[in-house]
């Protein structure tokens, strides 16, 4: 069974690899919003609790998360197994965890902080359709300017090197118990996020071998 957990901090490519590892295993890439998201529209009864919390701009309590995910799990689409990325984010969301599925494969993505506030240094936005692009590995067709629409690149106010840097201390603090806890299980395996799209891909493919 491939039932896989993605941690690392914003930025890693989780979502990127995940998505890679999702096609290849032909296996769900469960992204918390994502679920949640779908779980509204289809309008369960969890999924419109969980509405009413996005929709006020709140943080959806853990067990409702925690229900959404369970009922997510009980689709055939999982009977091989799933990609977990953004959950769970601390101990007392792994214990919870534990009780509804187990996991077979816990990946850390590492990378560097100096790499980390260059990478999301180099993106920018398009304030009218959203795309976003990397100067570096996802450059717009026209410097500064939107490929679908012309519009001039933004770049976000959370994307700064200041607020990068804050938004990984935030992490580091959250995570590094769960990480330590996963650590002391023997589950851990941690995988180097630097380097290329298909580089960090090997590294996944041979940490699951
Ligand atoms: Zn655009």
Sequence with gaps: MNRIILLGPPGAGKGTQAKLLSQELGIPHLSTGEMLRAAA??????????EAFMSQGKLVPDELVLGILRARLESSDTRRGFILDGYPRNVAQAESLVEITPIDHVLYFEIPEGVLVERLSQRRNCPTCGTVYNL??????????????????????????????????????????????????????????????????????????
Excluded: F, M
């Design 41 to 50: 529209a289809q309008g369960t009864e969890l999924g419109r609790r969980a």
């Design 136 to 209: 570096v590995t996802q450059p717009p067709k026209v410097p500064g300017r939107c490929d679908r629409d012309g519009t001039p690149l933004v770049q976000r106010s959370d994307d700064t090197e200041e607020a990068v840097r804050t938004r990984l201390r935030v992490y580091r603090e959250v995570t590094l118990p769960l990480l330590d806890q996963y650590r002391r299980q023997g589950r851990l395996r941690t995988v180097s996020a630097s380097g290329s799209v298909d580089e960090v891909a090997a590294r996944v493919r041979a940490a699951l071998a």
